[in-house]
């Protein structure tokens, strides 16, 4: 992964991962050092992951984490069942919740991203 965003800097990068990421037994194992990997490439503008089942975005070194929602088996009523549909841009990405069950509250609603 070094040598990959080392050796491509001209357009932003998108990674998506399966694990959650955090301390905990189920994320990622070396989150700590996947950050610290991450820290000089400032063109790494987005992470996408899973594995939780919950529709989350946050930010982390400044990049956008989008922990996308389960299509399968929702473990609380708070999360919606769905997925999302992303447009990515020279300037950013538009992502835009589809929750066809669970809490539909967030429905249609676009995110924007600007880098």
Same mark, same amino acid.
């Not at 841009?89 to 539909?104: C, E, I, P, Q, V």
């Given at each position: 992964?070094?040598?990959? =965003?080392?050796?491509?800097?001209?357009?932003?990068?998108? #990674?998506? =991962?399966?694990?959650?990421?955090?301390?905990?037994?189920?994320?990622?194992?070396?989150?700590?050092?996947?950050?610290? =990997? =991450? @820290?000089?490439?400032?063109?790494?503008?987005?992470?996408?992951?899973?594995?939780?089942?919950?529709?989350?975005?946050?930010?982390?070194q400044g990049i956008p984490i989008i922990n996308l929602p389960t299509m399968a088996h929702i473990w609380t009523p708070d999360?919606?069942?769905?997925?999302?549909?992303?447009?990515?841009?020279? &300037?950013?990405?538009?992502? &835009? #919740?589809?929750?066809? @069950?669970?809490?539909?509250?967030?429905?249609?609603? &676009?995110?924007?991203?600007?880098?």
């Open positions: 992964l070094t040598a990959y =965003l080392t050796e491509n800097t001209d357009k932003p990068v998108a #990674l998506m =991962l399966h694990h959650t990421l955090g301390p905990g037994d189920n994320d990622l194992l070396d989150t700590e050092l996947f950050f610290d =990997l =991450l @820290a000089p490439h400032k063109h790494v503008q987005a992470i996408f992951h899973g594995h939780s089942h919950r529709w989350i975005r946050y930010e982390r999360q919606p069942l769905g997925w999302v549909d992303a447009q990515f841009h020279k &300037t950013g990405m538009d992502l &835009t #919740l589809r929750a066809f @069950a669970g809490n539909r509250e967030e429905d249609g609603k &676009t995110f924007s991203y600007a880098w």
